[in-house]
């Protein structure tokens, strides 16, 4: 029996919840309604005009329903009387198969046919910057390396507490909080889990972050670069594949603590990692970060070049530990859904076709990709990912040829909008545009 979401109102003293879902740019939705009218929006869900959306769909179109997930109920912790809930997308009683929650559930199912589990964690930087987006909101913070500043981190004590305190009550298992590499930026890490529940977790926390740094009169960015001099939003993610209680991923014989299907599995991640930056670097915005010159603290910490290394931040996976793998290529813009999906996808590619990932480099690939010419390069710019996602034939198998179709539709417009006035170039300041359209990513 699924939770009735009326009764938890009661016991709970919820008075409203926010039925939500997350768009195809990763914009979250919502609408809020009243606890009295929660038993029926449980059953038949919240009605939306997709259009009105960043999904491909027209104005013609029928309503679609968001049916909410009772098992991804948060109730704020910042504000009891509300109850917040992930729902999936249904529209003439068929689920939406271009909206991202239900395109993360399609790969989790195709992995669970194997008995497969993915466990993920998510890393999610961000700026505290003023209002306007224009500077940064410590004016003290200068350093040149900022990396871990005690005194920039505790300056911004009562806020980043707040944050780590609501994710204690909601059981999430927060570990650490840090400043990190870029003045003004800043990570808190909790706990991996499901994919599903840490793509849940994943939109919550930036809503939640973005919402207490405005009741703390401040501005939180996920924007992938928006300062061109200094280090971006990096959204890392830390990978193993389960059987029930026991790590797949996991192999104490191995040098690097990896069993054959990770490898495999990490053969799958690199063979698809061009087309994939359309998923984990989705923004004009994202490709200021990759294959970036140097910032001021002397490393971009992203990627330019396709390698996997051990514990080793030049390359863009890293494995920091026995049993999973980190990967380091996505921003602070991509969808939480389509990360977790684009990875399972090219994972399952890597096992069905037992793709090996090729051995190990153990160089600082910042300085020495020049001795590797031949490793393959991620993409330069969003449309370069766009074409790479349009001929993947792994990809386009994994989604339909029709959910790519209207993914690349959508972004496509995006480009074209931003063309109108502004040429992408990586060396002149970040534009009005970009900052306009990617600030509240
Ligand atoms: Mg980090």
């Known amino acids: 029996m699924p939770k009735n979401l009326s009764k938890i109102a009661k016991t709970k003293k919820i008075k409203y919840f926010l039925i939500s879902f997350v768009d195809l740019f990763g914009v979250l939705r919502s609408k809020l309604v009243p606890a009295q009218a929660i038993g029926d929006m449980q059953k038949d869900g919240a009605g939306f005009a997709g259009f009105a959306t960043w ?224 998923f984990f670097n989705p923004t004009i915005n994202s490709y200021r970060r990759i294959n970036a010159p140097p910032t001021k603290s002397g490393a971009t910490w992203s990627p330019s070049s396709i390698s996997y290394t051990g514990n080793n931040r030049t390359h863009m996976i890293r494995i920091p530990d026995r049993g999973r793998f980190e990967l380091r290529l996505m921003d602070g813009s991509a969808n939480p859904y389509l990360i977790q999906a684009g990875i399972i996808a090219a994972g399952l590619e890597g096992i069905n076709k037992k793709l090996n990932p090729g051995k190990p480099l153990h160089c600082n690939m910042y300085e020495d990709y020049k001795k590797y010419p031949k490793l393959k390069k991620l993409p330069n710019d969003i449309n370069q990912a766009i074409n790479m996602l349009q001929n993947s034939k792994a990809l386009l198998k994994a989604f339909g040829t029709d959910v790519i179709k209207s993914y690349i539709k959508l972004k496509n417009s995006e480009i074209k909008n931003f063309k109108v006035r502004n040429v992408f170039n990586k060396r002149k300041p970040v534009s009005q545009w970009e900052k306009d359209n990617t600030l509240d990513c």
């Open 55 to 278: 999904l491909d769909m027209t104005p013609a179109d029928s309503d679609m329903f968001g049916v909410p997930d009772p098992d991804s109920l948060i109730q704020l912790p910042w504000n009891k009387e509300i109850g917040w809930l992930a729902s999936d997308l249904y529209m003439d009683g068929k689920p939406v198969k271009a909206s991202p929650r239900i395109m993360l559930k399609e790969q989790i199912k195709k992995l669970s046919q194997k008995k497969l589990q993915m466990k993920s964690g998510v890393e999610c930087e961000y700026f505290l910057i003023s209002e306007d987006g224009h500077s940064l909101a410590d004016k003290r913070d200068i350093q040149s390396k900022p990396c871990y500043d005690q005194s920039a981190l505790m300056r911004r004590y009562d806020l980043i507490k707040e944050i780590c305190d609501c994710m204690l009550e909601m059981g999430w298992k927060p570990y650490q909080n840090d400043h990190e590499d870029a003045n003004g930026q800043f990570e808190m890490n909790w706990d991996y889990t499901d994919s599903l529940i840490t793509a849940d977790r994943h939109v919550f926390f930036k809503f939640m972050v973005k919402s207490l740094a405005e009741k703390h009169g401040l501005r939180a960015t996920f924007m992938p670069k928006p300062f061109s001099n200094l280090t971006g939003n990096g959204c890392h993610a830390h990978v193993s594949v389960w059987n029930g209680k026991i790590n797949k991923f996991l192999d104490n014989k191995d040098q690097l603590g990896l069993s054959k299907l990770a490898y495999n599995f990490l053969g799958g991640i690199m063979n698809n990692t061009q087309a994939l930056s359309a």
